[in-house]
């Protein structure tokens, strides 16, 4: 086995079943969570404290400030050579998250090119043109490829652009010609509970954010200046208390906001890891939690 991979809704124990797998397994653990990158976050995306990590390398946490962007093609990048790494020292690396775009892109056969350094780039090539001249342009080199994009879809235009004129290659032949397949020797683990047991550990989990500190976290990172409209504030826990401080809404109603979109996300999650990749779900049992994990062990053991 090459890499281990646990994934599952949010709030349902993924990171405490990576800490105690990754102990046993002689394992590291790669943050498969496209938040937890970026520094001064910690409250909102659930990141294991220093304690809760006994001493487990983590990678792939605190490595971005919250206005920098991140891509998919960047983490693919930088785990696969981070699996690597933890492999040729004898570990284990164990790639722990919900964030499932991002998980796949580096288990599966996705190939990504022609991404531009900045916006300052992209303004700079084709600031000049308008949605449906960029549009055009694109139709012109890649006529399948435009058509699976809307024009005012402007940043997927641009995208399928670059990967053209710096490979040469069209963007639908690139996604024809990948075949789904996993390149590495993964065991896939998904950790599942009944929906209305996982959406109350959800709700729970929001006011304990709110007790422990996360308003004070998001003020901040919004006094500090980081726009709304940057990548990392597009976090649930984050857009929403935004909106709290411009003053759009009250605090209990920005509470309620990141209960219900963080459920709907699990939901959403669910759904996404059920079609996109072959995973073997465990049901946790939140009273006898080592039990699950003996559970998920003896299964990962006998791969």
């Known amino acids: 086995m090459d890499v281990l991979c646990i994934v599952g809704p949010t709030a349902v124990g993924k990171t405490k079943m990576s800490i105690e797998l990754a102990k046993q ?3 590291e653990i790669i943050s498969g969570d496209s938040m937890q990158i970026y520094r001064g976050m ?3 995306t659930a990141k294991a404290t220093m304690d809760e990590r006994q001493g487990i390398p983590h990678h792939l946490i605190d490595e971005k400030n919250p206005d920098e962007p991140y891509s998919v093609a960047a983490f693919q990048q930088t785990v696969r050579a981070k699996i690597e790494e933890i492999k040729s020292r004898g570990k284990l690396p164990i790639i722990v998250g919900g964030t499932g775009l991002y998980i796949k892109s580096v288990l599966y056969d996705y190939e990504f090119a022609g991404e531009s350094e900045s916006k300052e780039v992209d303004e700079a090539k084709y600031g000049h043109l308008s949605n449906e001249e960029l549009h055009a342009k694109l ?3 890649d006529e399948a490829g435009a058509k699976d994009i809307h024009p005012n879809n402007r940043k997927r235009v641009i995208r399928a652009l670059e990967i053209y004129e710096t490979s040469g290659v069209k963007k639908s032949e690139m996604i024809e010609k990948q075949e789904h397949k996993m ?4 065991c896939l683990i998904g950790l599942t509970d009944d929906r209305n047991v996982l ?6 989990r929001v006011d304990t954010m709110y007790e422990t500190g996360l ?3 998001v003020k901040a990172l919004f006094d500090e200046g980081i726009p709304a409209e940057s990548q990392s ?3 649930i826990g984050y857009k929403e208390l935004y909106d709290y401080f411009k003053g759009l809404i009250s605090l209990e109603e920005s509470k309620e906001l990141i ?3 963080s459920r709907r996300y699990a939901k959403r999650q669910y759904t996404w890891f059920n079609n996109q990749m072959d995973v073997t779900w465990f049901k946790v049992d939140v009273q006898h939690f080592d039990k699950t994990v003996k559970e998920v062990l003896t299964y990962v053991q006998n791969k």
């Open 259 to 261: 209960k219900r979109n």
């Open 215 to 217: 308003v004070e976290e």
């Open 199 to 204: 959406y109350d550990r959800i709700n729970k």
């Open 233 to 235: 504030i597009r976090a």
């Open 42 to 44: 910690d409250i909102g």
């Open 25 to 27: 397994l002689n394992g």
């Open 139 to 141: 139709a012109a080199v």
């Open 183 to 186: 390149i590495y020797d993964a």
